[in-house]
């Protein structure tokens, strides 16, 4: 049965959908191993500090550098880099690069050291409510992890190359080296140095990111001397075309300045369960959103580069597919599995079951917003491949005004008794203290799908005929998605009967079994309804095994020749 319907789904396998199933999966890989890392660093922060103030100060002395990464680093960003260095030749990429770093460099020096010198401003006006010793150990670790956005920085100019290369295997682990920096420092310069071990460990974990490129870099002629400032007008004309992604990435972490802010305000160790259940749904969301979106963006810009809207946008809209294809599912199994997952990544040490349950509410409710996230990232990847710039800002302003005018809306409707008690009743918090933390995780989300929504209405109103393209996947993947969570829960109600959940082990596999069986029925249905994303994932995999059974085979044959003319 199998065999027959890959056997329909390679007929229309096209090389677009090969290449991107290629590219996409190999990035998908490595952000499986960078995310099974990050959840091994967070283990390992739960375990250490639970939900607590001092986690919440770690979180809250990322904002200004992350804040100064984006802003700064945009201007010179992959999306524009690479369309720039591919009208280039081998020595005019080597002249621009050149003087991109030096430009970049002299600049992002100069904003982190003013950033630095502010510090302490800075964070009294925004976080109030650390005072003393805990608004020292704050601006500390400000301090330290504003050499981040220099050396990230750097490191995304050279991900610009390796990526007009297609070493995506490379691109890909510099984040799976950034955490084990991070996890240095948990593991060893925390015990010596206390909280500030920790950001020197993000320190060690930007270096390592930075430099696992180095070595291609030089083989392929960059850096073999100083560089020099030598095109001071393209370095102008990049940061100018760059400038409104540069701010539509900063309303990003604005937003997250904001919600961090709030989040001071509640119980203790609720920026904690934030950023906690923010980097749990961060997992699927770079596995599958951005995976693929990263993986359309060389061919989409090649598209419009020939003048091809046609094709720019089948090419659009096969990604997209995809994005719902695993998202809508991932999301559903989510909602169900939330406590499970949790509890097995986080649960120890000091990271108790109030701070489980907590997290999994919020949790569930970022899940909620996966599909519109990477649907989002596919897109304004397509709006820059146009040099179209500013719908993605305008959006992007948008969805950050939004996501804080909800937040701060909803905190004040769950003053309401009687609201918030039937909402920690929806999400099983009920009774707990800082459950209002499940506000912001709320208003993000929705605000995520609104923008997302406003981009797909414009994109399809700027370049007709991509919804009809990608109605049915939507539809077809609520289907599976809802398939699947069914089957999930179904599977957890009868193993109850038979499994305990006092144990670790326990709560592992049972919720292993749950998910796995969810999964069988998720493709199932997507079998059932005759998929055609389930039909080409089929394909891809079956004429990648057939591909490599044929080279073994030509090797063979082509040895036995070898012989006989010997």
């Known amino acids: 049965m199998i065999s027959a319907f890959t056997g329909r789904a390679l007929k229309y396998l096209s090389s677009e959908v090969r290449g991107l199933h290629a590219a996409a999966y190999v990035l998908a890989a490595c952000a499986l191993l960078s995310s099974l890392l990050a959840m091994v660093r967070d283990r390992m922060l739960a375990q250490t500090f639970g939900a607590s103030t001092s986690l919440d100060i770690y979180y809250a002395g990322f904002r200004i550098p992350d804040l100064i990464f984006v802003a700064t680093g945009a201007l010179v960003s992959v999306y524009m880099l690479i369309p720039e260095l591919s009208r280039r030749s081998d020595p005019q990429q080597k002249s621009y690069i050149d003087t991109i770093i030096v430009g970049f460099s002299i600049f992002a020096v100069a904003v982190s050291a003013v950033a630095a010198l502010l510090a302490p401003l800075i964070l009294s006006l925004m976080f109030p409510e650390y005072t003393g010793a805990h608004a020292t150990q704050l601006i500390d670790i400000t301090r330290i992890i504003l050499l981040q956005p220099i050396i990230l920085g750097l490191s995304n100019i050279l991900a610009a190359i390796t990526q007009v290369r297609h070493r995506y295997a490379l691109y890909a682990l510099s984040p799976l080296l950034y955490n084990l920096g991070i996890i240095f420092g948990v593991e060893f310069l925390y015990p010596m140095w206390g909280i500030t071990g920790l950001a020197w460990g993000v320190v060690i974990g930007a270096c390592l990111h930075l430099g696992i490129q180095i070595p291609s870099i030089v083989g392929d002629g960059f850096l073999r001397r100083f560089p020099r400032f030598s095109e001071p007008k393209a370095l102008i004309n990049t940061a100018f075309i760059s400038l409104p992604r540069a701010l539509a990435l900063s309303m990003n972490q604005i937003t997250f300045f904001g919600l961090t802010a709030l989040a001071a305000t509640l119980t203790s160790g609720s920026i904690a369960v934030f950023m906690f259940a923010y980097n749990l749904q961060a997992v699927p969301l770079s596995i599958i959103g951005a995976s693929f979106s990263v993986a359309a963006f060389p061919t989409l810009a090649a598209a419009l580069s020939k003048g091809d809207t046609k094709e720019f946008i089948g090419h659009v809209a096969i990604a997209a597919r995809y994005v719902f294809f695993w998202s809508v599912p991932a999301s559903m199994l989510i909602l169900v599995l939330r406590a499970y997952v949790v509890r097995v990544i986080l649960g120890s040490g000091a990271f108790d079951w109030t701070d489980t349950r907590l997290t999994a509410a919020a949790f569930a409710l970022f899940s909620l917003s996966l599909a519109a996230q990477g649907l989002t990232l596919l897109l304004v990847r397509g709006y820059y491949a146009a040099g179209r710039t500013f719908v993605p800002l305008i959006v992007a302003v948008g969805v950050a005004l939004g996501t804080l005018a909800i937040a701060f809306m909803t905190l004040h409707v769950l003053d309401n008794d009687d609201i918030l008690f039937w909402v920690q009743s929806t999400l099983r918090v009920e009774g707990l203290q800082g459950s209002s933390v499940i506000a912001l995780a709320f208003a ?32 077809e993947s609520l289907f599976a998605g809802i398939a699947g969570a069914l089957g999930v829960y179904g599977a957890l109600m009868v193993a109850g009967f038979f499994v305990t959940t006092d144990t670790s082990a326990s709560i592992f596999f049972l919720g292993l079994g749950g998910g796995t069986f969810g999964i069988i029925v998720a493709m199932a249905a997507y079998h059932a309804i005759g998929s055609r994303e389930y039909g080409e994932t089929l394909a891809a995999i079956r004429g990648k095994l057939w591909r490599k059974a044929q080279v073994e085979g030509v090797t063979i044959v082509a040895s036995a020749e070898e012989q006989g003319a010997i």
């Open 444 to 475: 993000y989300t929705v605000a995520q799908i609104l923008g997302a929504v406003a981009l797909v209405i414009h994109f399809e109103y700027r370049f007709s005929g991509f919804f009809t393209q990608v109605w049915r996947s939507i539809l």
